[in-house]
């Protein structure tokens, strides 16, 4: 309660956030380093949010939790359209829009998969409208249309109230590039990791550090919806309303959860991590 924390894997892995944050930019002068006082300059920002509860019937419920989220910046691009799915082209291609925004906010569940973490990811809607094509060149410059299919098929334990596909950290390494100041991945477990090779952690909230996000927000372990409404708000807040650095507006966030409706709730204070560059 006393510090604002972030968490990075390794210096190399920091180092390379730093290198791509665009907040890195700006004078330090003008950043609010008292979260008692507000930011009389705050950065204007973009972001792009999306959400869908592919196992319960708590739809608006994310929905709203995208917009909320959304409020906070000046641009805003929210994919809630129902007639499209919140699907793994849906978001790869909120991920490639040109120029990228500042912020991306997904909310969704989260599966870890104890055998092979790169299997691990995001539970989202199938595309019903269609397989979309990806042209890929293969030999002498020559380009060919694959269909564009998951890398794993779903659980069979899981069960979903709509057809749903994996989105799998292994796919977003080879198959997504972000360039962003913040990722705001809430989904169930994805801060969660384990030890590879080396003891590289494996996690779906390390892998969008490394595809070019600057920092991560995630949770470690399933997040109850009413704490990461209170904690995504006070959060934003703290980072788009006073101005405060990423790890001061955590800090923040953590404080107002502590003296409000979850102080009794110690295991709920806890959920929400901040990896990368704390700034």
Same mark, same amino acid.
């Given at each position: 309660?006393?510090?604002?924390?972030?968490?990075?894997?390794?210096?190399?892995?920091?180092?390379?956030?730093?290198?791509?944050?665009?907040?890195?930019?700006?004078?330090?002068?003008?950043?609010?380093?008292?979260?008692?006082?507000?930011?009389?300059?705050?950065?204007?920002?973009?972001?792009?949010?999306?959400?869908?509860?592919?196992?319960?019937?708590?739809?608006? =419920?994310?929905?709203?939790?995208?917009?909320?989220?959304?409020?906070?910046?000046?641009?805003?691009?929210?994919?809630?359209?129902?007639?499209?799915?919140?699907?793994?082209?849906?978001?790869?291609?909120?991920?490639?829009?040109?120029?990228?925004?500042?912020?991306?906010?997904? +909310?969704?569940?989260?599966?870890?998969?104890?055998?092979?973490?790169? +299997?691990?990811?995001?539970?989202?809607?199938?595309?019903? /409208?269609?397989?979309?094509?990806?042209?890929?060149?293969?030999?002498?410059?020559?380009?060919?249309?694959?269909?564009? /299919?998951?890398?794993?098929?779903?659980?069979?334990?899981?069960?979903?109230?709509?057809?749903?596909?994996?989105?799998?950290?292994?796919?977003?390494?080879?198959?997504?590039?972000?360039?962003?100041?913040?990722?705001? /991945? %809430?989904?169930?477990?994805?801060?969660?990791?384990?030890? %590879?090779?080396?003891?590289?952690?494996?996690? %779906?909230?390390?892998?969008?550090?490394?595809?070019?996000?600057?920092?991560?927000?995630?949770?470690?372990? =399933?997040?109850?919806?009413?704490?990461?409404?209170?904690?995504?708000?006070?959060?934003?807040?703290?980072?788009?309303?006073? =101005?405060?650095?990423?790890? %001061?507006?955590?800090?923040?966030?953590?404080?107002?959860?502590?003296?409000?409706?979850?102080?009794?709730?110690?295991?709920?204070?806890?959920? +929400?991590?901040?990896?990368? =560059?704390?700034?």
């Amino acid at each position: 309660m006393l510090a604002g924390v972030t968490y990075a894997s390794s210096r190399s892995l920091f180092l390379r956030t730093v290198g791509r944050n665009a907040a890195r930019a700006r004078n330090a002068g003008q950043w609010t380093w008292d979260d008692a006082e507000a930011g009389s300059s705050a950065a204007e920002r973009s972001v792009v949010c999306g959400g869908v509860d592919v196992l319960g019937d708590l739809d608006d =419920d994310f929905r709203e939790i995208c917009r909320q989220a959304a409020s906070h910046f000046a641009h805003r691009k929210l994919f809630l359209d129902r007639q499209f799915p919140y699907s793994r082209s849906t978001v790869k291609a909120a991920l490639r829009q040109d120029p990228s925004p500042s912020a991306v906010c997904i +909310m969704a569940h989260g599966w870890v998969d104890d055998e092979d973490h790169r +299997m691990s990811g995001l539970l989202v809607e199938r595309d019903t /409208l269609g397989v979309s094509l990806r042209d890929i060149p293969l030999h002498g410059g020559r380009y060919f249309d694959f269909r564009d /299919l998951p890398l794993r098929r779903p659980p069979r334990r899981i069960r979903a109230r709509k057809p749903i596909e994996v989105f799998a950290a292994a796919e977003l390494e080879v198959d997504a590039a972000i360039d962003c100041e913040l990722v705001m /991945l %809430l989904g169930c477990s994805a801060g969660w990791g384990r030890l %590879l090779q080396g003891d590289a952690p494996a996690s %779906l909230a390390e892998t969008w550090l490394k595809i070019g996000a600057a920092s991560v927000v995630a949770p470690l372990w =399933d997040a109850p919806i009413e704490a990461v409404r209170h904690w995504s708000r006070a959060f934003l807040d703290g980072w788009c309303g006073a =101005d405060l650095p990423k790890a %001061l507006a955590m800090r923040r966030a953590m404080r107002r959860m502590f003296d409000g409706p979850f102080r009794d709730a110690p295991e709920r204070l806890g959920v +929400m991590t901040l990896r990368g =560059d704390w700034l």
